[in-house]
Structures are given as C-alpha cells and as structure tokens.
C-alpha cells in the first residue's frame, strides 16, 4: 500500500492505527459507500468536507458518513455568514488530496477543524487514509488531537 502523508503523519506521532483497503469506483466515492465495503456501520466512518469564505480561508468539517454538514452551525462555529463548501476542481490545490481521498490528517496547510461530537459515541473511527480505497482506523480522540480539531455539533 501506498503511504500517504497521514499515514506518515500518524506514524511520526506514535498514534496508533489501522490500515483499510477496499474497492472503489468513480460513481460512488461517498463514505456511506466505503462503509459498506468495509463491513463497518456508517456512524463509524467519518467523511472530510472542506468549506471556504469569502474571505478565502479554509475550514476542514468531519461528519458521520450518513450526515451532512449543518451548513447554520458551521456558520455560528466559525463565525462566516458567507461559508459554502470548496469547489471539487479546488480539493487538491487547497489540501493536496482529491475527491474519495481526502483525509482531514496532513493537507498542506493546517486549517481549523471540527469534528462532530457524535464521534464520542464510537470506540473507533475510519477515516480517509489520503486515497481513494484506503481507509484508518483510529480512536476519536487521537484525530481530535492529531488535527488540533474542535469537537463539536456540525450535523
């Protein structure tokens, strides 16, 4: 398997993980799916959703496979009334991932993240490994600390 910079990051940090291969396809890169083709539940695999402002700053949101971003509180969290999510052709250049790979651990630049509070119900949590087909399993606290995240209620 390919290692990834979250890979290495983990690695470096000492945290310990798990590394998850399954098959993919171009129609259905969503988690709900990698959920499936683990065989884990879908509260446990959490997808990354990169927002913008109009300001051009950058907010990283991780939410249950099954849920979507509550586009009110990500406003009330981060204090944008103009917040939307990036454009999929803007993924790699702002966090050097792609769409079905993007992992909230080692995008090029640090920016602020929150996680869903939910993720406090789950012994682990999967993740995107920075690849599409490959996915980490890791405590929650662990990418709450490995990405300086905020917890909180985003769905």
Known sequence: MK????????EAAHIPFTLHSYPWDEEHLDAVTASSALDVEAEQVYKTIVFVDGQHNHYVFCVPAQFSVNLKKARALTGQRDLAPIKVSQLKEVTGYIRGGCSPIGMKRPYPTYIDELCQLEEVLYISAGERGQQICLKPQDLIDICNATLADVT
């Open 3 to 10: 290692k990834t910079n979250a890979i290495r990051i983990l």
